[in-house]
């Protein structure tokens, strides 16, 4: 009986500290991601240290902070502007694609997806953006999209695994308590 309900509480430990761990270990996860990009101001370029291999986007800042000092401005891409990714180390153009439509919004700063590019491996990467308009703004960061899958699908996996081990430690308790009461025959 003692063995039985020490698997119970084991099972039912596990499985919380599934449910609750894995969650709050995507939660950080997925706000360090989000404030794992930097601004540039544009024309311009800056070089973007992927940490990972995988979707970075390219958003516009339409209003936010920039050294100080508090800026908006248009949600599209302005007239002749080209952009261009290239990685650092070996020079190879990275090809990117239009990703319109993300908007995030964070205090003041809102942002709206521009275009996404995928880094093969980690490495800086150099974005630039050139043509003949007024300064603006630009940020580069991990992808969202990706992130918010990743924490989704973990967080409901977690808890499936999670509430199975505790319903598990439940019955393992119930089958121990109700096999433990029985009287003993001789």
């Known amino acids: 009986m003692k063995k039985g309900i020490i698997t119970s509480v084991a099972l039912f430990v596990v499985g919380l500290a599934i449910a609750v761990g894995v969650n709050v270990f995507l939660m950080v996860r997925a706000v360090g991601r989000s404030s794992a990009g930097v601004q540039f101001a544009v024309p311009g370029e800056v070089v973007y240290d992927a940490a990972h ?68 491996s980690p490495g800086e990467y150099r974005i630039s953006v050139e043509g003949d308009f007024p300064q603006r703004v630009f940020y580069v960061g991990p992808g969202l999209m990706g992130t918010v899958m990743v924490t989704l699908v973990g967080g409901c996996a977690s808890g499936v695994v999670g509430f199975a081990c505790v319903v598990a430690g439940v019955v393992v308790f119930a089958v121990t308590l109700s096999t433990g009461a029985k009287p003993k025959t001789t």
């Open 53 to 120: 291999a995988g979707t970075y986007e390219i958003d516009i800042e339409i209003q936010g902070l920039y050294n100080g000092v508090t800026h908006s401005s248009s949600a599209s891409l302005p007239d002749g502007a080209a952009i261009t990714v290239t990685r650092v180390d070996s020079g190879e153009t990275i090809p990117w694609k239009p990703d319109p439509g993300t908007r995030t919004e964070s205090g003041a700063t809102e942002r709206v997806g521009l275009a996404t590019f995928n880094a093969d």
